[in-house]
């Protein structure tokens, strides 16, 4: 079985600070993804790459940026991060040519803004 | 309007009890859908995939679809403290494994 690492698990920043989650997953997916999640409620998709040096907005891409450097890690940055904000980012990945639905996550980074 | 829709937010059955969770789409494009199950600190894992309409056992749990109403459903029976989670249900068109669209979630409760 293959696993997927986040990095940082808890992050803090500063109101308008440049922030930034690595992504890692051994599996040899091709398609991994960026998702937000506020406060134990539904998963929004910022950003997904199919291939390495792929990417495709989602439904909440402003605000953020990503970069699929290889296929084995995946970073997403918050360009500015805003005061209050909390929420969990999990990263995730798929075998895209299979086509099966099925996402493997992470376990989430946590960011806390303050 | 959210594309993927469950019901109830929350629900609490009692040990060895049937907990029933909805779905409903508003999207047509989707024809795939999946539910997974996310345990406190965790990351969601899959838990079952449904493409086809009418039902889909899998030991305890059972799926059902309808894909003229867009309505699909997870069925849990002889629901144990272990299932207490947050359930998410998610869809994808006719590409499936790209772009999962997740609903908002139902929290499980299991009481002993």
């Known amino acids: 079985g293959g696993i997927i690492t986040q990095t940082p698990k808890f992050l803090i920043g500063q109101e308008g600070q440049k922030l930034t989650l690595k992504c890692q997953q051994n599996?040899?997916?091709?398609?991994m993804y960026w998702y937000r999640q506020d406060s134990g409620k539904g998963l929004r998709l910022i950003y997904y790459?199919?291939?390495?040096?792929?990417?495709q907005k989602g439904d909440l891409s402003e605000g953020y940026d990503a970069s699929r450097e290889k296929k084995s890690s995946f970073s997403l940055t918050v360009t500015s991060a805003q005061k209050n904000e909390m929420a969990v980012f999990l990263c995730?990945?798929?075998?895209?040519?299979?086509?099966?639905?099925?996402?493997?996550f992470g376990e989430g980074s946590k960011l806390t803004v303050l | 309007q959210q594309k993927v829709q469950q019901s109830p937010e929350s629900l609490s059955v009692p040990e060895g009890g049937m907990a029933s969770l909805n779905c409903t789409s508003s999207?047509?494009?989707?024809?795939y859908f999946w539910w997974y199950r996310q345990h406190s600190g965790e990351g969601p894992k899959a838990l079952m995939?449904?493409?086809?309409?009418g039902d889909k056992k899998e030991g305890r749990f059972t799926a059902h679809l309808n894909k003229a109403s867009l309505h699909v459903s997870l069925h849990i029976r002889d629901s144990q403290p272990s299932d207490s989670a947050l359930y998410f249900c998610?869809?994808?068109?006719?590409?499936?494994?790209?772009?999962?669209?997740f609903g908002g979630g139902t929290r499980l409760t299991v009481r002993p």
């Open positions: 599996f040899n997916h091709d398609t």
């Open positions: 995730a990945s798929s075998p895209h040519r299979e086509n099966t639905g099925q996402l493997y």
């Open positions: 790459s199919i291939t390495e040096n792929d990417l």
């Open positions: 998610a869809a994808s068109g006719n590409n499936a494994g790209a772009k999962l669209t």
């Open positions: 995939s449904i493409f086809s309409d």
């Open positions: 999207d047509r494009n989707f024809q």
